[in-house]
């Protein structure tokens, strides 16, 4: 490991970024983080706005202005807008729900390394995201236990190294590539050193709600591994997918990184059958797969968001009836103690 004590937003010295800050860091220096600025933009009713201040306080507002002119303005039912609005149901306590509903912190191997399955290890690389979704599952999680400074990712590196069953890293957070070019480009030397490691899986939103980020560099750099680099990105709805968006993820199939999404069922927002279409067809123009449709965990704040497991069922029935097999993603839900996500 790198035992440099830098932090991550002093230097941003990617290839494609020596002199000045790179223009997805601009971006995300210019999210929008406040409840009142969220409600403006989107000139929502005062109602909103009063809930969203409230709530706000339970887990911060989080946007990327590119993200936010995806979405409707005056309309607070909106898909998009529903993902990132702070409401008032946050404030309800919902029969089940728990901080840790997952089972993250019985799966803790090292500090900022869970394993739950055979042969793969994840590593929770920053808490740090793009975006705050209200339904996040990790919007308990206790970051900052995790590490912070190089030094301290030593004994999670030292237990790859000594696990020659770990054949895949996956790359959790948070966001992974909230990480400069420079530190992503560091973390990948550190795993190609390690020869029992295959395979790269990247977890990111970044990007859906930034695209910005996909950076020639970073795409180059991982193209040149040794190891096969899979991403596994996060789009809930087609309207996500605007354009911009739309070329990153095809410049991610063209440079060999298989690509695959994972979607959450959110109550208004996807829980129709013909919204679940056209995001799968979406995404397989563009040679991303659909992998995983998420039954929501049951964490604290998110129960107006849970569709029941019932109607889940029938959507996914449904998609069957209108897709080709490859486009219909795998209904599962995540049981803690299970040796892999449990098919619905
Ligand atoms: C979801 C998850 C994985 C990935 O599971 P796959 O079925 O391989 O996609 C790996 N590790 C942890 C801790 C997870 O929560
Ligand atoms: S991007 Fe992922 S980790 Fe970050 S808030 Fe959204 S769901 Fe949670």
Not at 60 to 76: A, E, I, K
Not at 274 to 294: A, W
Request: charged content about 25%.
């Amino acid at each position: 490991m790198p035992s440099t004590d830098r932090t991550d937003d002093d230097s941003s010295t990617g290839p494609l970024a020596t002199h000045s800050r790179p223009h997805w860091q601009k971006e995300l220096a210019d999210a929008v983080r406040d409840a009142d600025t969220l409600c403006d933009l989107l000139q929502l009713p005062d109602d909103f706005r009063l809930a969203a201040r409230e709530s706000a306080k339970l887990f911060p507002v989080m946007v990327p202005r590119g993200y936010l002119q995806r979405m409707r303005r005056g309309d607070p039912s909106d898909p998009l807008l529903r993902q990132v609005l702070p409401v008032v149901e946050e404030q309800h306590a919902v029969a089940g729900a728990v901080h840790d509903a997952v089972g993250d912190l019985t799966a803790r191997r090292a500090p900022g390394l869970l394993q739950k399955y055979a042969g793969r290890a994840l590593l929770i690389m920053t808490g740090a995201c793009a975006v705050h979704c209200r339904y996040c599952f990790r919007r308990h999680y206790p970051y900052s236990e995790e590490p912070k400074r190089w030094a301290d990712w030593a004994p999670a590196f030292r237990l790859l190294q000594e696990d020659t069953s770990i054949r895949e890293v996956i790359l959790s957070g948070g966001d992974p590539l909230m990480l400069t070019d420079q530190r992503f480009s560091e973390l990948c030397d550190c795993i190609e050193e390690i020869p029992h490691i295959d395979r790269l899986r990247v977890h990111t939103r970044l990007p859906i709600v930034l695209p910005s980020r996909l950076t020639l560099a970073m795409v180059c750099d991982l193209a040149d591994r040794r190891f096969k680099t899979l991403f596994v990105v996060h789009a809930n709805h087609p309207a996500e997918i605007d354009d911009e968006c739309a070329r990153g993820l095809a410049e991610l199939v063209r440079s060999h990184i298989t690509t695959l999404n994972q979607a959450v069922l959110l109550r208004g927002v996807n829980d129709d059958a013909s919204v679940l279409v056209s995001l799968s067809e979406r995404l397989v123009n563009l040679g991303v797969l659909p992998y995983y449709l998420h039954q929501l965990d049951r964490v604290a704040g998110v129960g107006h968001f849970e569709v029941p497991i019932e109607e889940g069922r029938r959507l996914i029935a449904e998609m069957r009836r209108q897709l080709p097999g490859y486009a219909v993603p795998e209904y599962v839900q995540e049981i803690p103690g299970e040796p892999s996500k449990s098919p619905i």
